[in-house]
């Protein structure tokens, strides 16, 4: 069956196992037109917990199956699709061994919805207790905007310069949002 050619009812009604008007409802509150807005109880609604719970699943999913760091187009999609959805400010960091294969992926820092504490001193210990070679920084952007602030240049020269008196490179930090990843190195910003 292709997923992609069921509209959102339908699609609510396949992944839920609910009646044509259940799904009606649910699309509602799940894709409202613009300017409407529904009250949805996000933390009881039944369908929006197991929503929750099929995202995570997806997360858990993207990460077990992280490819080979070959390019940059190589890992955008797995990383989008394990960050691109967090409400709040989030930062990750792709540890990877001297062929480029993920040791591990490890969130280091959440944050507001505007902004993200990281420290580079613990990016600096995690390098070395994965015993990486590179990492792939990441971190996502709630407000939609893959444009990297000041600060987001700032800090990933900060890592990248920490990191290079143990010898761990940085291959690149992704900007992510719901919908698109931007790569800094494709932007000639490392």
């Given at each position: 069956m292709d997923l992609s050619t069921l509209t959102n009812s339908q699609l609510i009604a396949f992944a839920f196992g609910v009646n044509g008007k259940k799904a009606e409802e649910?699309?509602?509150q799940f894709f409202p037109r613009h300017g409407e807005h529904f009250a949805m109880d996000w933390h009881s609604d039944p369908l929006r917990s197991r929503l929750?719970?099929?995202m995570e699943i997806q997360k858990r999913m993207a990460l077990s199956q992280l490819p080979t760091m070959t390019s940059p187009d190589a890992v955008k999609e797995k990383i989008r699709q394990i960050i691109g959805h967090e409400s709040f400010e989030s930062f990750w960091v792709m540890f990877l061994d001297s062929q480029n294969q993920v040791i591990t992926t490890q969130k280091l820092a959440t944050g507001t919805l505007s902004q993200c504490s990281v420290y580079p001193r613990e990016i600096v210990?995690?390098?070395l207790n994965n015993n990486a070679a590179a990492v792939i920084?990441?971190?996502n952007h709630p407000s939609g905007s893959t444009t990297p602030s000041r600060a987001d240049e700032l800090l990933t020269q900060t890592i990248k310069a920490s990191l290079a008196l143990i010898d761990v490179g940085v291959l690149d930090h992704f900007?992510?949002?719901?919908?698109e990843i931007a790569s800094m190195a494709q932007m000639g910003l490392m």
């Open positions: 649910a699309e509602q929750d719970a099929a210990k995690a390098a920084l990441a971190h900007i992510v949002t719901r919908t």
